[in-house]
């Protein structure tokens, strides 16, 4: 690992975490139905005079059943007068509804009309939807080099998925160069938005460089976030005279990662399980569901549920 990136890893570490930049979704509040019912009425009115602000903020209110009755077809009315406005927000939406078939069948090419239109605008969350379908092929012909250069895009403004993707593309060197000092760079602001995957990979790389403490915490952080593979791998590092053998917590995070259904996990805790006290292996069984009580989203399922769900939908 270059020593500068590892050097500013490390201060990220030691000090205080930065706040994550806004969301795209965070900054957009006016977008989103009002709970007040005063306020309800005013977005009705300026819905009703065609303020795009206000209409995708209705069309929230049918999609989430708020002050009215849930219709997908009031959501997509709505949503479509404000997008045909040139409104970035509503486009995005209206894409995403399109992309995902939610209440309606997919449709790809409205998906990508519309989240080209925000894309192009620089919304950041339509730029990762437009990157996502030319890497999976949703719609268009798959096409790495402009699903890395979307991805970047959005990584730019501080999408975390983005970051994620981009730094995979520029260490595989789908679409672009390979340059894994750069996949890096990408890994760590993913990282830095608390995305388990990108954790897991910095956690490796840092492993490989025998660069322990960052490493066990990068570990432990995409163990709580829903990475399991994180505790399987954190539990072998811990076999090992690396980062200084402790079969006890190789033990805990083995027996963490069968708890949840990891068959390798289980197979290492068996194997390890005589060379302990009943001591010992009652007090790591004993850390190990505590452990699990207090990161109860470490059992989700892996990031991109959605991706994974429109590959089960693909002919």
Known sequence: MPLIARNLYLLMFVAMALPSARSSAQQSTDNVCPR?????????????????????ALASCYDLGFHVQPSRSENMRWL????????????????????????????????????????????????RDLAFMYERGFGVTADPALAAA?????????????????????????????????AEKWYT??????QPAA?????????????????????????????????????????????????????????????FGRVDSKTQAEKLSPSLSPARRRTALSQAELWIKQHPGADKEENEKEEDEKEKEEQ
């Open 150 to 182: 979307w991805n970047r895009k959005a990584a730019g403004q501080g999408q975390p998925e983005a970051q994620m993707q981009l730094a995979k593309a520029l260490e595989s060197g789908a679409g672009v160069t390979k340059d894994p000092a750069e």
């Open 36 to 56: 007040d019912p005063a306020a309800f009425a005013q977005v009705q009115s300026k819905a009703t005079d065609q303020d795009p602000a206000a209409e995708t």
């Open 189 to 194: 602001k993913a990282a830095d938005h608390e």
């Open 80 to 127: 479509t007068a404000a997008a045909e406005q040139g409104y970035a927000p509503a486009q995005y939406e209206l894409g995403r509804t399109y992309l995902y078939g939610r209440g309606i069948p997919a449709d790809y090419p409205l998906a990508l009309r519309w989240e080209q239109k925000a894309a192009d605008q620089g919304d950041a969350r339509a730029q």
């Open 199 to 259: 954790q897991l990979r910095l956690a490796q790389l840092h492993a490989h460089d025998a660069d322990c403490k960052i490493a066990l915490h990068l570990y432990k952080e995409a163990a709580a976030g829903g990475e399991l593979q994180a505790a399987h791998e954190l539990g072998m590092l811990y076999l090992t005279k690396k980062c200084g053998a402790d079969r006890a917590q190789a033990y805990l995070w083995f027996a963490i990662g069968a708890r």
